[in-house]
């Protein structure tokens, strides 16, 4: 079984490395299947949400049922306009 622990900490770090929306099954370990493979979809599907939630990564899915992209987290030109105003 994978953890949420674990799945967090193979998505968050790997996230960091793709630059542009990649499929959520890219993140999980190579060669799972059955029970494991599932529980390791289950956990990095739980991670990314909690990832969204801290506002470290970005998610979309063009329809039900299809596949679910990630990426980093897109800065919003308002918010960085802000910091730049600040500064």
Same mark, same amino acid.
């Given at each position: *079984? !994978?953890?949420?622990?674990?799945?967090? &900490?193979? *998505? $968050? #770090?790997? *996230? $960091? @490395?793709?630059?542009?929306?990649?499929?959520?099954?890219?993140?999980?370990?190579?060669?799972? /299947?059955? @029970?494991?493979?599932? /529980?390791?979809?289950?956990?990095?599907? *739980? #991670? +990314?949400?909690?990832?969204?939630?801290? $506002?470290?990564?970005? +998610?979309?899915?063009?329809?039900?049922? @299809?596949?679910?992209?990630?990426?980093? #987290?897109? @800065? &919003?030109?308002? !918010? &960085?306009?802000?910091?730049? #105003?600040?500064?």
């Amino acid at each position: *079984v !994978m953890t949420l622990d674990e799945a967090l &900490e193979r *998505v $968050g #770090a790997l *996230v $960091g @490395a793709r630059l542009d929306w990649t499929r959520l099954e890219a993140f999980l370990p190579d060669g799972l /299947s059955g @029970a494991l493979g599932r /529980s390791a979809l289950a956990s990095s599907f *739980v #991670a +990314i949400l909690e990832l969204a939630r801290q $506002g470290r990564v970005d +998610i979309k899915q063009e329809e039900i049922f @299809a596949p679910i992209f990630l990426r980093p #987290a897109a @800065a &919003e030109p308002e !918010m &960085e306009q802000r910091e730049e #105003a600040d500064a």
